[in-house]
């Protein structure tokens, strides 16, 4: 039987990646003793995607003492500190694979935070292969990022499979560009209108699970 591909996004998909981010932000400006009004200039500046050279902005406007260098390396450390996974969806990448499917990360962003993350937080040992866009300077929506990462799971596009993700045009619109099948992760989200939707909206990543698991059955009896 031929294994099924999903490739999940990282950031508000399996972890919540918006959350944390809140959390060091909070901790940050207690370290470096900056008042909480700087908070939400700081978080405008990570939210999005953080790099090294985010900190080269932060480090000139709070004059820091810390390399832009030094600063990068602790971030990439105090969030994997704070960041976490659900349980029941570890789980569901266990059951995933048990099942027959080869699973992914298919992620945007600098390589040493992205893996710190899945490293942290026990993702690393429960997927086959993970791509981050650095990697290769390809993003998504590219339809190439969807293409490495499937590679990394040892299959390629041509074979089909699933993306899941939370982002309307890198994850849904990109993987549908790249033919795979999508799961919209919604985040108390409304799908944005006159937009192509998804195969299916779901509100967090082991609900994802739960439908996919339910295709692999389907899956196993059409082959069987």
């Known amino acids: 039987m031929q294994r099924l591909l ?5 950031d508000n998909t399996l972890v919540d990646r918006q959350g944390t981010l809140t959390d ?24 999005d995607r953080a790099y090294p050279s985010t900190f080269d902005t932060i480090r000139a406007r709070y004059r820091l003492l810390m390399s832009a260098a030094e600063l990068w390396r602790t971030y990439c450390t105090d969030i994997a ?8 969806v570890l789980d ?11 699973v992914g990360v298919a992620t945007n962003g600098a390589v040493d935070i992205q893996r710190a993350k899945l490293r942290a937080t026990g993702i690393a040992e429960r997927v086959d292969g993970v791509f981050v866009s650095k990697e290769a300077d390809a993003r998504k929506p590219q339809i ?4 490495l990462a499937a590679a990394r799971c040892g299959t390629e596009l041509d074979d089909g499979g699933w993306m899941v993700g939370d982002n309307p045009v890198n994850d849904i619109g990109g993987g549908r560009s790249a033919g795979l099948r999508t799961i919209w992760i919604a985040n108390d989200r409304s799908w944005p209108p006159d937009s192509p939707g998804p195969e299916h909206t779901v509100p967090h990543a082991r609900a994802a699970i739960d439908v996919l698991l339910l295709h692999s059955v389907g899956n196993m009896r059409t082959t069987t």
């Open 6 to 10: 999903v490739l999940f996004d990282l």
């Open 24 to 47: 060091w932000v909070a901790e940050f400006t207690t370290r470096h003793g900056l008042g909480d009004e700087e908070q939400a200039y700081i978080l405008s500046l990570v939210a």
């Open 81 to 88: 500190s704070l960041v976490s996974c659900p349980a029941d």
């Open 92 to 102: 569901g990448l266990d059951e995933l694979r048990a099942s027959g499917w080869r």
């Open 144 to 147: 190439r990022h969807f293409a």
